[in-house]
């Protein structure tokens, strides 16, 4: 289960050219269900979104011999892509017939798919819309427990809620593969307790320098190449600034 983290040059997420880019190029779906008159709240449809990612990576399938592994060992092995779409009603019936894991927030509900080859999207993931998926919350959320896992969200970008929920999920997984196996196990016994939240603008570059795993967007779309999109901010990281990430 232990990955460990590409050198900054080789980063999945950099915008650099890199060894990487040679790989193979898949992608991990992500479907987020948005039914015309019951939307989801923007807030848990990014927190649900990133706790998906974390619940495929810690799932048995992915690992080993699981019927996953290979997907996620191709996907690793490349730049980390993760796309987001929307679906309702039979749409949305379809995407649960695939293989795959639904989680449920307050709200929202995202299913999530192995990773796929870039351009071997199933028809009835590929038919589904990219856009379309802005998001409000319908009160602003409660401040972010401190003692909890919490993703900050760059304050000074502008990012449609699917391209903040691929984000999201991109934060989660630098998180999980910076924690050691047993800090990934009392994650998960905790249900990936997480909080998504736009930081304080004043706070942005102290965040940014902690050392704590940052999301730098390779730029494909939406934001600029390079732009630093989300800090991962969990305790057992901020407990242990000399560790080795």
């Not at 940052?214 to 305790?235: L, M």
């Amino acid at each position: 289960m232990s990955h460990v983290p590409a050198s900054p040059s080789h980063s999945p997420f950099s915008s650099d050219r890199n060894p990487r880019d040679e790989a193979p190029q898949f992608v991990l779906p992500l479907v987020v269900r948005i039914e015309r008159d019951a939307p989801p709240a923007r807030t848990d449809a990014l927190e649900t979104a990133a706790r998906a990612v974390l619940v495929l990576l810690g799932d048995e399938r992915a690992h080993g011999d699981g019927e996953w592994a290979e997907a996620l060992r191709n996907w690793e092995d490349a730049r980390i892509r993760k796309v987001v779409r929307r679906a309702r009603g039979a749409e949305w019936r379809r995407a649960e017939a695939l293989p795959g894991i639904t989680v449920t927030g307050k709200s929202a509900q995202v299913r999530v798919f192995p990773p796929i080859p870039l351009d071997g999207w199933p028809k009835d993931l590929a038919k589904l819309r990219v856009s379309g998926t802005e998001l409000d919350d319908p009160e602003p959320p409660v401040a972010a427990d401190p003692v909890q896992p919490t993703l900050w969200l760059n304050p000074e970008l502008e990012m449609s809620a699917g391209k903040a929920m691929a984000q999201a999920g991109h934060g989660a997984q630098l998180a999980w593969w910076a924690l050691s196996d047993a800090e990934r196990t009392a994650w998960r016994d905790a249900g990936f307790a997480l909080a998504v939240r736009a930081a304080d603008p004043a706070d942005w570059d102290r965040l940014t320098g902690s050392g704590l795993p940052v999301v730098r967007d390779a730029g494909f779309t939406e934001i600029a190449p390079g732009s630093c999109t989300v800090v991962a901010d969990h305790p057992a990281l901020r407990q242990a600034p000399g560790r080795d990430r």
